[in-house]
């Protein structure tokens, strides 16, 4: 089955940058859309970027837009979301999902990498 592992979270000072990571398995990388998300406590999950299935495609949530970038290694079937300029705002759990790509919701989540922000 489809399992993702995040990674690269951390601590990183208000305007500094830093690169997550996702590694996909259980299933051909090529077939499943994949998006990041984030929560912050006492907020409800919300929606960061997203990468389609054929690598071509990208959106990004209002708050993220120049700044955050992501992408996809299909040799490495992992899928990075390199965010930079950096803010407190910022600071959540950060989530990689992935849906196939003729489905509409998320249907495999990971287990979340922390990024703290400091002002």
């Known amino acids: 089955q489809v399992q993702l592992v995040e990674s690269g979270g951390g601590l990183v000072q208000a305007g500094g940058s830093l690169r997550l990571s996702c590694a996909f398995s259980?299933?051909?990388?090529?077939?499943?859309?994949m998006g990041w998300f984030r929560q912050a406590p006492g907020n409800e999950r919300e929606f960061v970027a997203t990468i389609f299935w054929s690598g071509s495609t990208t959106y990004y949530a209002d708050s993220v837009k120049g700044r955050f970038i992501i992408s996809r290694d299909s040799a490495k079937n992992t899928v990075y979301l390199q965010m930079s300029s950096l803010k407190p705002e910022d600071t959540a759990v950060y989530y990689c999902a992935a849906r196939l790509y003729v489905t509409e919701e998320y249907n495999y989540w990971g287990q979340g990498t922390q990024v703290t922000v400091s002002s």
């Open positions: 259980g299933g051909t990388f090529s077939r499943y859309t």
